[in-house]
């Protein structure tokens, strides 16, 4: 709880009925919490108990303690974050937390919001009005105008000729690499650090996925590796746009050139972010998207694959579809699949692209206020260079060796215990069983350091300010900043600003 929220519920033993509800007012927390001169616990009163208490005909100078509940249950400091929310229910709405000498330190109350999350997705009015919109015209299915419209939008957004919207990221990257002929003796270059998606879709097509170590500045594919990975089996490279930072484009599309590969980028972190002034997805020779809950653009499970070949989005089009001939119906001259994505998913994301200014913004003040207040000498990020223009999937740090002694998972794992939802970063490929290579920890040393010590913080669009700064206090605390630099964890009154 940030000590002003705490300081404007909490009133005097002394307070009337008037003075609860004008604090109702200042803190939007429909509770007032009272306590004695030395902030000790007298009792709490909600805005129900209020409203009864003057139709039942108390005044409005009437004393606020009387109508009070002066034995709620509470919670105590040295309880962990589970066991305080184990407390929380419908009928313990609000729930003060007092020290070993009965002084408040925090009120939690029951709503969705007592834990929060790593990246919700911000649906609502548009998306509902377009879903309501399909449902009545009866397109359920996966033809109808809002997939048109969703394609032609996505193509347009990345400044492509083409986009072909499908049912979700993982089948875009198969149905990508199948059109372009990857099959069974096949190699697939694909960066050794990367959600398994990227590596499984090779697979799919039984071609053998080649890993190639990240670089330290953007954490995505080291391009100088990329040659040394090259055999005379290689077909393709798939670069990954991790956690929304573009990788160097130009100097894999160069060597794909000389080499004669096919690129297909996996945007899939990365809707909207720009090298050299394109979107990526633009960059290759297509580009792969996905539409999951937490990404960046929603359809709550979709993909789309972009391309600039005409021939080849003829052939996307007729493997989504199960083959078929477009101009002879269940005329089938190769085998194909159903990756389609329907319309009710189309229509989500349609709103979602209307959105994307509001989205965007969104994430790059995310961006700002991480940057600003996660110190460098503890936090290492992803530098991208001037020529990338990011855009903030999930917000992701690497905790420097340096922090206090600190190991990542004990600080993840207090940061769940203290309601802050954040997630490491993904495993290296080459270190799990279907991609397992003996001595992965020496061929890609700069993977193994990001994936030991980075995790992503709340990202979501829709965090608030006391959010934002809940989540970096609560991590200073953690990481031992708090220690140091105690002023900034304490307010005027020297109470501990978070919770900790
Ligand atoms: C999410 C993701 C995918 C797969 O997308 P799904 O829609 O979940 O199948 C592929 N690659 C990367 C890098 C991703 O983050």
Request: hydrophobic share 40%; aromatic share 8%.
């Amino acid at each position: 709880m940030n000590s002003s929220v705490l300081q404007s519920v909490i009133v005097p033993e002394t307070e009337t009925l008037r003075g609860a509800m004008l604090s109702f007012d200042r803190s939007a927390l429909r509770v007032v919490v009272i306590c004695d001169e030395k902030r000790r616990l007298r009792g709490i009163a909600t805005e129900g108990d209020v409203r009864r208490a003057l139709l039942a005909g108390h005044g409005l100078l009437a004393p606020i303690l009387p109508i009070a509940n002066t034995n709620p249950v509470i919670g105590r400091t040295d309880m962990s974050r589970q066991e305080l929310v184990n407390l929380l229910s419908e009928r313990v709405y609000f729930l003060p937390v007092v020290n070993e000498e009965g002084i408040v330190e925090d009120i939690l109350s029951f709503d969705k919001r007592t834990t929060i999350p790593i990246a919700s997705p911000t649906v609502g009015e548009r998306e509902l009005r377009y879903v309501t919109d399909a449902v009545l015209s009866g397109w359920i299915s996966s033809q109808g105008k809002y997939i048109t419209a969703f394609e032609e939008r996505f193509a347009e957004f990345c400044g492509t000729k083409y986009a072909v919207a499908v049912s979700n990221g993982t089948v875009a990257l198969h149905l990508a690499l199948t059109a372009l002929g990857i099959g069974p003796e096949d190699e697939v270059i694909v960066p050794s650090l990367t959600f398994v998606a990227t590596a499984a879709a090779v697979r799919h097509c039984h071609a053998t996925p080649v890993f190639v170590d990240v670089e330290a500045a953007t954490w995505n594919i080291e391009p100088a590796k990329i040659e040394a990975a090259i055999t005379p089996r290689t077909r393709a490279i798939i670069p990954v746009h991790l956690y929304g930072v573009p990788c160097r484009m130009d100097v894999i599309t160069k060597i794909a050139k000389e080499r004669k590969l096919w690129v297909i980028e996996d945007a899939a972190e990365a809707h909207g972010a720009e090298f050299l002034g394109k979107r990526v997805g633009s960059l290759g020779h297509a580009g792969c998207f996905s539409f999951f809950g937490n990404k960046i653009i929603t359809t709550g499970e979709g993909g789309m694959v972009v391309t600039d070949d005409e021939d080849l989005n003829s052939r996307l089009r007729v493997l989504r579809d199960h083959g078929m001939n477009p101009a002879r119906r269940y005329w089938h001259d190769v085998v194909g699949y159903n990756y389609r994505m329907t319309n009710l998913q189309a229509a989500i994301g349609v709103a979602q692209l209307e959105r994307w200014d509001q989205i965007i913004a969104a994430k790059d003040r995310i961006r700002e206020w991480y940057d600003a207040n996660l110190p460098q000498d503890l936090f290492e990020i992803a530098r991208p260079t001037p020529d990338m223009r990011p855009v903030c999937w999930l917000y992701t740090v690497l905790l420097k060796d340096t922090a206090n002694g600190l190991s990542r998972d004990s600080l993840l794992h207090a940061l769940r215990e203290k309601g802050v939802d954040c997630r490491p970063i993904f495993f290296p490929l080459p270190a799990m069983p279907p991609y397992f290579e003996d001595d992965w920890e020496n061929r890609y040393p700069v993977t193994r350091r990001i994936s030991e010590w980075g995790f992503s913080v709340p990202s979501s669009v829709e965090l608030n300010w006391y959010e934002l700064e809940r989540v970096t206090g609560i991590i200073l605390l953690l990481s031992g900043v708090g220690i140091e630099k105690e002023s900034a964890l304490h307010d005027s009154a020297g109470h501990l600003k978070y919770f900790p």
